[in-house]
C-alpha cells in the first residue's frame, strides 16, 4: 500500500507539473522586423487579417495570419505618423496622421489608395487614438484645444467626420493630455458610450460625464495613463470592468503605480498584487479572466482578471490586440516589430 501510495502522488505530482507547465508556456513569436516604421496602429480583423500603421507613412496589412506582409507608403504623406487604424476586412481600413494638419484617410481598395476624409489645421491639434462601436459609428479623440479634449463622430464608416460642439467636450487640466501610444486610451463601454484616459501631470478616466482621478503615477509629462482594456460582460447594460496601465515612458522599467483596476465603473480601484513589470503602453483582454499588456521593456500575463501579472517576454512593444472575430492576439513596436502570442 505505501509502494502503490508513492507511485499515485508520484503520478499526481507528474500531472501537475505538466498542467502548471502548460499554464505558463505562453511566448511571443516574432514574426516580422526591420521596416523602417515605428508601428503604434494595430487593427486584428481576424485569425488572419491584419493591419499595422507607423511612422514614416507606413501601413502594412497581411492576410496569412503574420506569415508575410505587404508594406504600404502612404503617398503625399510619406512624413507623416500614423497613431492608429481600424480596419472592417482586406479591403477597408482607416487611418489618422496625428500632428498638424490632422488628417483621417481612408481605403476601400486594400491601401492601393487612400481617400482624405478630415482634415484639421487648427494650431496644436494632435490625434491620439480611434475607436468604433460596429461599421458604421466610430469617434476620434484629441489632445486638448483650448483648455477641452477634441472629439469627433463618424456614423458612415468614417466616410465624413463631425466635431462635438465646445460645450460637449470634456475639460482638460493643466498638463492633461493623451498618449498616442497604442491607439487604444478610447474603449467603447457599450453600444453608444466609449470611454478614455488621460496623462501628463494629471491622469484621470473620463467617463459618462465624469473625470475619475487614477490612482497612477502623474504630474510630469511622460507619466500617467496610457490604455484601457474594457471587459465584455454581456449580462451586463455596461461594461464596468475596467483595466488601466501606463507609468513613466522615461522610466520604462519602474512597475510602480502603472496598473489599475476598477469592477464598478471606477467608483473604487483595486491595485495589483504583482503590477506587470515595467511601463505599459497597451493592455487588452484576450479571454473573460485573462490579459495582455505590453511596453517598451516587455510583455506581461494575467490570468486573474488583471491582479496578477507574470512578464513573458522581454521584447519591446508598443501594442498589443486581440482578433475581432477570432482569438489570434497580435503585437507590434519599433522598426516594423510585429509579434504573436502562442504557446511553446
Known amino acids: 500500500m505505501k509502494f502503490l501510495f508513492s507511485c499515485l502522488t508520484t503520478i499526481t505530482g507528474f ?39 507607423g511612422s514614416n507613412g507606413m501601413v502594412g496589412k497581411s492576410v496569412d495570419s503574420g506569415r508575410t506582409w505587404k508594406w504600404i507608403l502612404v503617398k503625399g504623406f510619406e512624413k507623416r ?46 490625434l491620439d487614438a480611434m475607436e468604433f462601436w460596429n461599421d458604421q459609428s466610430g469617434i476620434v479623440i484629441g489632445d486638448p484645444i483650448n483648455g477641452r479634449f477634441f472629439i469627433a463622430r463618424t456614423f458612415d ?5 463631425h466635431e462635438l460642439s465646445p460645450e460637449r467636450l470634456p475639460a482638460a487640466d493643466s498638463g492633461e493630455a493623451c498618449f498616442a501610444s497604442s491607439g487604444t486610451n478610447i474603449r467603447k463601454l457599450d453600444r453608444s458610450e466609449a470611454c478614455f484616459v488621460t496623462g501628463g501631470k494629471r491622469s484621470r478616466l473620463m467617463t459618462k460625464g465624469k473625470a475619475i482621478e487614477l490612482p497612477l503615477v502623474q504630474g510630469g509629462e511622460s507619466t500617467g495613463a496610457n490604455s484601457v482594456a474594457v471587459r465584455d460582460d454581456k449580462k451586463l447594460k455596461n461594461s464596468e470592468y475596467l483595466v488601466v496601465v501606463g507609468g513613466d515612458f522615461k522610466k520604462d522599467t519602474v512597475a510602480a503605480l502603472n ?23 497597451c493592455v487588452e483582454f484576450v479571454t473573460h479572466d485573462q490579459l495582455i499588456c505590453c511596453g517598451t521593456s516587455g510583455v506581461d500575463l494575467s490570468d486573474d482578471g488583471g491582479m496578477v501579472w507574470r512578464l513573458i517576454s522581454g521584447e519591446g512593444f508598443h501594442v498589443c490586440r486581440k482578433a475581432k472575430n477570432g482569438k489570434a492576439v497580435f503585437l507590434a513596436g519599433a522598426n516594423g516589430k510585429i509579434g504573436r502570442l502562442s504557446l511553446k
Open 81 to 126: 505618423d500614423f497613431r492608429d487604424i481600424e480596419a472592417q476586412d482586406a479591403a477597408t481600413a482607416i487611418i489618422i496622421a496625428i500632428g498638424e494638419p490632422a488628417c483621417i484617410l481612408k481605403t476601400h481598395n486594400g491601401g492601393e489608395t487612400w481617400k482624405l476624409v478630415y482634415e484639421n489645421k487648427t494650431p496644436g491639434m494632435f
Open 15 to 53: 500531472y501537475l507539473f505538466l498542467s502548471s507547465q502548460s499554464l505558463y508556456a505562453q511566448k511571443i513569436d516574432l514574426l516580422s522586423s526591420g521596416t523602417k516604421t515605428s508601428v503604434r496602429g494595430l487593427s486584428v480583423v481576424n485569425d488572419k487579417v491584419i493591419w499595422v500603421s
Open 259 to 281: 496598473c489599475a483596476i476598477t469592477k464598478n465603473g471606477g467608483k473604487t480601484w483595486l491595485t495589483p498584487a504583482s503590477p506587470p513589470h515595467g511601463y505599459r503602453s
Open 157 to 161: 464608416e468614417g466616410d465624413t467626420w
